[in-house]
């Protein structure tokens, strides 16, 4: 049972633009939400989060937007540039230190 | 700073040996540190949580006998693959939990071990 669902396997997007990478969840105990990066041949790495009581939190370039009734986040990238191109992972945490984590979206930023 | 490393990146081994993967965080104390699986496009599937000193805790459905994990100090961390088989193949991530870092859900991850079983 996929608690955590990635379920577009890959973006493109070109420079400049946004990238919105999506993320739906099932568990509603889930209190807090992250997003990492991951590069061929390296651990994820943390990007940014969100705890259930807040909707939105920017950092820089990126944003998390977190709808609980639709048990649904996103993360947007804006403006997306080349060296944004990994996979990005969404993981959930139900108020413990185990990570939950989604398939998986490839994102290719494009010139 | 926070880096995680995993040794051997990549390994083959016979059906039948054991096979140790090594998790060392480098510059930070790890009282918890987290062994993750990964099968090719899926999620990062967390098999056990190491903590120093005391016994790991393993997930629902995960063999504590086939992988025995060993988190004898601060820095590090091991997972034995016991007698591997060819389903064992998969990439092995592990994860360190800085003590007293800035949140308690943070980990930093090292850069994973293919483990191919033959």
């Known amino acids: 049972d996929q608690q955590v669902k990635q379920n577009s396997p890959s973006l493109s997007v070109q420079e400049g633009r946004i990238s919105i990478l999506n993320c739906d969840y099932t568990?509603?105990?889930?209190?807090?939400f992250l997003w990492y990066k991951k590069y061929p041949a390296e651990g994820p790495t943390f990007l940014i989060s969100?705890?259930?009581?807040?909707d939105k939190n920017e950092d820089g370039r990126f944003t998390v937007f977190l709808n609980k009734s639709a048990k649904h986040l996103s993360l947007h990238i804006v403006p997306s540039q080349p060296g944004d191109s990994a996979v990005y992972f969404c993981a959930a945490s139900a108020n413990t230190d185990k990570l939950i984590f989604g398939t998986g979206t490839r994102l290719q930023v494009f010139p | 700073g926070a880096v995680v490393s995993q040794h051997p990146s990549r390994v083959i081994c016979k059906s039948g040996t054991s096979v140790k993967i090594e998790c060392r965080s480098l510059d930070f104390q790890a009282t918890t540190m987290f062994w993750y699986r990964q099968f090719p496009k899926k999620s990062l599937m967390l098999m056990a949580t190491?903590?120093?000193?005391?016994?790991?805790?393993?997930e629902q459905g995960v063999e504590k006998d086939k992988f025995l994990i060993n988190h004898a100090s601060l820095t590090l961390s091991t997972l034995t693959v016991t007698s591997a088989h060819p389903e064992d193949s998969s990439f092995y991530i592990c994860s360190a939990r800085p003590t007293g870092g800035r949140g308690f859900r943070e980990q930093y991850f090292g850069p994973g071990t293919r483990l191919t079983v033959t």
């Open positions: 190491s903590n120093e000193g005391s016994k790991a805790t393993y």
């Open positions: 568990n509603s105990m889930f209190d807090y």
């Open positions: 969100i705890s259930s009581i807040k």
